[in-house]
């Protein structure tokens, strides 16, 4: 072959080289992935998730997050972490990878007794496509797991198995799919398998082929989003539960045929609510209730506190629910007046009708089954049971619960002739009773005579607290309603489900009944005869309100919230800054010596009861960490989750009475900290979180009162105590206690405030400053020289200056009061605002800066319990103060909204006022 022929070769091959990446550059790639085009179509349940990092602060702050990891499959995966975390060489790495990305995960029933799920994320990078290749290879060179690869139907796809035994054979491990940079893997083989199939019909609808133009993500604090196709769902219900169970089960899910919802979590709750389809097949429940209107649930007066299960169902006469054929055998063999009487009874029965299951003490006992149904003439409905007994020869014999009569009604599975087949299994000697303007039939006379026991007794769910706030949080009209109490239906679930399943369910007890009532509702549209009409739905997991407050709107138009304490609080409110939140959380103490800590959603996540009030200002750790806070007698430590860590409390000696605590600042990760304490007035004492004392500090006496908590620095890797004392003396520690050269530091007259510090590479060229109550400003180092010295402000005998630095210790102001009268300055000595006090009661000034013009000045009355806050122009926000019955309040600020968060005590109420600043 000649060179010419050659070059023109590679020519050609270099042209179509460039073609087909142009195509695919412009055809393929820049067409994005719909991950919803990669689900299965035999998807039972879809969830998208996407900021990850706040769903996990979310199912920590409603304690589910500790009953999950109890779970055996989350066991599993958080081992499987643990070996990501261990072979990529990093801490949190598959939480940081997916970070805020929308995973999918899908649930399929993948046999006759089994089900699987099938995850999909998406590779955003070329730095996480290499994270992810890396991990495989380090899978592929350990011992333990064996890698492989296959074809497919032209996709490649990874097998990941765990080897196991002395003979190396492979576990049951992950197959793996990497599509277009979207990453698929399952437990599952035939699940990634079903997915390749899926791309070979790329025109064929998607499982949210129904919902494209809903995106619940666009709304702010939804956690997840999850598509349920109710087509299927009694598919995967009949692998949990017992066969003869499922009909019923199918009968209630033929509302609808899929639904899209959102989630939220949210304090004591979980609530999911969307959009639901409705289900077109000829037969369905909601074929029948079509164009039957909404109803409240009134029968709370007739429904008993021992109820484990009530599918509530609002209509307008019951005939609507009536099948298209009568059961087998049912009024054949009666006489010809019965189903006249049946018609009859029929047509008094109207609004609401309810089938209930009963709480039973033992899952071998069958739960006890009751009907319930509405009448708007009860002494009606009376007579024609009188004449349906006498009809049908049934004995005129009663029983007698308290003032209520129960009867035999004669006819086999009456519930059912009269309220559909939704209400089967009641036998062939169902009896029946009337409470007030209900009918109540039971499938036993045991069942029922312990049910009237309840209404006897008056143990219903309208007397009950707890459940009546349960129903308030639900939907007022519904059409259909499914309400649980997990703690009474345990034994009946453990009844229901099949065998294999019984023990994950005794495994994971403390999950299922941590959030005890569950409701399930389904809101018809108003029209339901437009096209593309569609049920509202909610899904609410709640747990009773038990804690130690009630939040509430502060304001009429929503802004600002309450939360309403059972005893009033005694500390200052501290904000606690959350990663990617628009809110902090807040720290506050009551009367009772009981720490809380409220969510930025105003909840209280978690509470614990200290032996006494705090001694200071909480201090808070970096990252997970948690914070440290003081007792008069006890020093703790919790983490971000509330729970007390190693070693502590530490417990003071009993001649020690804590009145500050200052902590060292992290020389290096995972080095033990130091906790100064300040007691007995003039004392100090030194411990490290491991409980050992220092030497020097058992204690380290001082001659004269302190003027402020000792400062705890680190300067060139050294450990620094700055200690100011009321008689102007300063003295400099080491962590041995001894005095650093130069020290003790006289500034010339008395101390009333701590120190502005700052820090630099050495001793000599860190700057203190301080204000002395001669008005002067005086700046010192870490070698012992004063390097400044000048006048703020005039002063007298009776004025008290302070320095006031700003909450991140960037600034400061000087404050002087003289009498009734507060001052503040620059440290210049420029007047910035002054304000006259009525009474002689202790004054706060705090100063926060959040960049230019965002300043913000708050002088605080304890007397009265007045908070008055000043902007940046000095003007006085709201036109007066602000009600605040502790000595401090906190103020965070929102850049994206250019809003102020002002936090303020005032007796029992925790409030948060939004500010916008102008």
């Given at each position: 072959?000649s060179n ?6 590679t020519?050609?091959?270099?042209l ?15 067409v994005p992935?719909?991950p ?6 035999d ?10 990092p706040?769903?996990?602060r979310h199912l ?7 009953n ?9 995966v ?9 072979l990529?060489?990093?801490r ?9 990305k929308r ?21 955003g990078?070329v730095r ?5 290749r890396g991990?495989?290879?380090s ?7 064996k ?7 032209g996709q490649?796809?990874?097998?990941v ?8 054979e ?7 799919l ?8 399952s437990s ?35 956690d997840a989003?999850?598509?349920?196709n109710q087509?299927?769902?009694?598919q995967?219900l009949g692998v ?9 089960m ?5 509302l609808?045929?899929n ?10 709750k979980v ?7 409705p ?6 429940l ?8 909404a ?5 709370a007066e ?6 484990a ?14 099948g ?9 063999s009666l006489?010809p007046?019965v ?5 009859s009874l ?13 709480s ?7 739960p ?6 509405y009448?708007?003439?009860p002494a009606?409905?009376?007579t024609?049971?009188?004449?349906l007994r ?6 005129p ?8 009569q129960?009867?035999?009604t004669g006819?086999a ?5 009269l ?24 499938d036993?006379?045991?069942a029922?005579r312990?049910y009237?026991?309840?209404m006897?007794a008056?143990?219903t769910w309208?007397?009950s ?14 059409r259909l309603?499914?309400?649980l ?9 453990l ?13 994971n ?5 941590r959030?005890?009532?569950v ?11 437009e ?11 709640r747990?009773p309100a038990?804690?130690p407050?009630e939040?509430?709107p502060?304001?009429a138009d929503g ?18 800054v959350?990663?990617?939140?628009r ?7 009551d009367?009772?010596?009981v ?6 959603e ?5 509470s ?5 009030p705090?001694v200071?200002?909480?201090?808070r750790?970096?990252?997970a960490?948690?914070?440290?806070v003081a007792?008069?007698r ?6 971000n ?20 605590l ?7 990760e995972?080095?033990a900290r ?7 007035g003039?004392n100090l004492f030194?411990?490290?979180?491991q409980?050992?004392?220092y030497p ?8 004269f ?8 620095l ?7 105590v700055?200690?100011l004392?009321e008689?102007g ?8 206690g ?6 003790p530091?006289?500034v010339?007259a ?6 502005f ?15 002395n109550?001669?008005?002067?400003r ?5 070698s ?6 000048r006048?703020v ?6 004025s ?6 700003d909450q991140q210790?960037r ?17 210049e000595g ?13 004054r ?17 009355e ?5 908070a ?9 926000v709201g ?23 002002l936090f ?11 500010i916008?600043?102008?």
């Amino acid at each position: 072959m000649s060179n010419r022929v050659l070059v023109w070769l590679t020519l050609l091959l270099l042209l179509t080289a460039l073609g087909s990446y142009v195509y695919y550059r412009r055809t393929v790639a820049s067409v994005p992935v719909d991950p919803w085009a990669l689900v299965p179509d035999d998807a039972v349940l879809v969830a998208m998730t996407r900021d990850h990092p706040t769903l996990i602060r979310h199912l920590k702050e409603t304690q589910v997050w500790d009953n999950l990891t109890a779970v055996r499959y989350f066991q599993q995966v958080e081992e499987n972490l643990v070996l990501v975390d261990s072979l990529a060489g990093g801490r949190d790495v598959l939480l940081k990878f997916l970070g805020r990305k929308r995973v999918l995960t899908s649930v399929h029933v993948t046999g006759p007794q089994q089900f699987g799920l099938l995850f999909q994320v998406p590779i955003g990078s070329v730095r996480e496509y290499r994270q992810v290749r890396g991990l495989l290879e380090s899978l592929g060179r350990a011992p333990d797991f064996k890698v492989t690869t296959r074809d497919y139907e032209g996709q490649v796809l990874t097998d990941v198995g765990r080897r196991t035994g002395a003979e190396g054979e492979e576990s049951r491990g992950l197959t793996l799919l990497n599509y277009r940079n979207h990453l698929v893997f399952s437990s599952s083989p035939q699940l990634v398998e079903a997915v390749v199939r899926r791309l070979t019909r790329p025109g064929a609808p998607t499982v949210a082929a129904d919902f494209t133009s809903t995106d619940y993500f666009r709304l702010r604090d939804v956690d997840a989003t999850l598509l349920l196709n109710q087509r299927r769902l009694p598919q995967l219900l009949g692998v949990l539960f017992r066969s003869e169970l499922t009909p019923e089960m199918a009968a209630v899910a033929s509302l609808a045929r899929n639904e899209l919802t959102e989630m939220r979590l949210a304090g004591n709750k979980v609530v999911f609510q969307g959009f639901a389809n409705p289900e077109t097949a000829r037969g369905s429940l909601h074929q029948r209730l079509q164009g039957q209107p909404a109803q409240r649930l009134r029968m709370a007066e007739v429904l008993p506190l021992r109820a484990a299960l009530v599918i509530h169902l609002g209509l307008g006469p019951v005939t609507a629910l009536r099948g298209t054929r009568p059961p087998a055998g049912a009024t054949d063999s009666l006489a010809p007046a019965v189903p006249a009487l049946l018609d009859s009874l029929r047509g008094q029965l109207s609004r609401e009708v309810a089938l209930c299951y009963l709480s039973t003490n033992s899952a071998r006992v069958r739960p006890g089954k009751l009907a319930l149904a509405y009448t708007a003439d009860p002494a009606r409905v009376t007579t024609l049971l009188g004449r349906l007994r006498r009809a049908v020869g049934a004995s005129p014999s009663f029983g007698k619960v308290g003032s209520y009569q129960l009867y035999q009604t004669g006819v086999a599975e009456l519930p059912q002739q009269l309220l559909g087949d939704l209400f089967t299994g009641f036998g062939p000697r169902p009896v029946v009773a009337q409470v007030g303007s209900y009918v109540v039939f039971g499938d036993d006379e045991a069942a029922l005579r312990q049910y009237l026991t309840d209404m006897v007794a008056g143990s219903t769910w309208s007397r009950s607290p707890t459940q009546v706030a349960f129903l308030q949080e639900t939907q007022p009209l519904a059409r259909l309603r499914v309400l649980l109490d997990t703690r009474n239906c345990w034994n009946l679930l453990l009844r229901g489900l099949q065998e294999q399943r019984r023990a994950g369910l005794l495994r994971n007890e403390t999950l299922f009944k941590r959030f005890p009532q569950v409701s399930l509702q389904w809101v018809p549209a108003d029209n339901e005869q437009e096209d593309g009409a569609q049920y509202f739905t909610q899904f609410l997991l709640r747990h009773p309100a038990e804690g130690p407050a009630e939040a509430r709107p502060q304001n009429a138009d929503g802004t600002g919230s309450v939360l309403d304490f059972k005893v009033p609080l005694s500390s200052s409110p501290e904000a606690v800054v959350v990663a990617g939140v628009r809110l902090p959380g807040v720290l506050v103490q009551d009367t009772a010596h009981v720490l809380h800590y409220v969510t930025p959603e105003n909840v209280v996540a978690w509470s614990d009861s200290l032996p006494g009030p705090l001694v200071g200002p909480t201090v808070r750790l970096p990252g997970a960490a948690g914070f440290l806070v003081a007792t008069p007698r006890q020093l703790f430590q919790f983490n971000n989750s509330g729970q007390p860590q190693p070693n502590f409390p530490l417990n003071l000696p009993d001649t020690v009475r804590a009145t500050s605590l200052s902590v060292s600042p992290a020389a290096r990760e995972g080095a033990a900290r130091r906790l100064l304490v300040a007691g007995g007035g003039s004392n100090l004492f030194m411990y490290d979180t491991q409980g050992r004392a220092y030497p020097g500090w058992q204690p380290k006496q001082l001659e004269f009162r302190l003027a402020a908590p000792p400062q705890y620095l680190l300067v060139d890797g050294r450990d620094v105590v700055l200690v100011l004392l009321e008689n102007g003396y300063v003295y400099a520690f080491d962590q041995a206690g001894g005095a650093f050269p130069g020290f003790p530091l006289s500034v010339g007259a008395r101390l009333a405030s701590a120190a502005f510090v700052e820090i630099a590479p050495t001793l000599r060229r860190t700057r203190l400053t301080v204000v002395n109550q001669h008005g002067e400003r005086v700046s010192f180092n870490l070698s012992g020289d004063v390097v400044a010295r000048r006048r703020v402000a005039t002063w007298s005998r009776n004025s008290r200056f302070r320095l006031v630095a700003d909450q991140q210790q960037r600034g400061y102001v000087v404050s002087r009061e003289d009498g009734g009268q507060l001052t503040l300055f620059d440290p210049e000595g420029k007047t910035l605002l002054s304000q006259s006090f009525l009474t002689t009661a202790p004054r706060s000034v705090q100063f926060f800066d959040f960049g230019p013009n965002r300043q913000a000045y708050v002088l605080t009355e304890t007397g009265p319990g007045q908070a008055y806050l000043y902007d940046a122009r000095f003007r006085l926000v709201g036109g007066k103060p602000f009600d605040s019955t502790t000595p401090r309040v906190d103020l965070t600020y929102n850049p994206t909204t250019s809003t102020f968060h002002l936090f303020r005590v005032n007796g029992n109420e925790l409030r948060r006022t939004d500010i916008l600043v102008k």
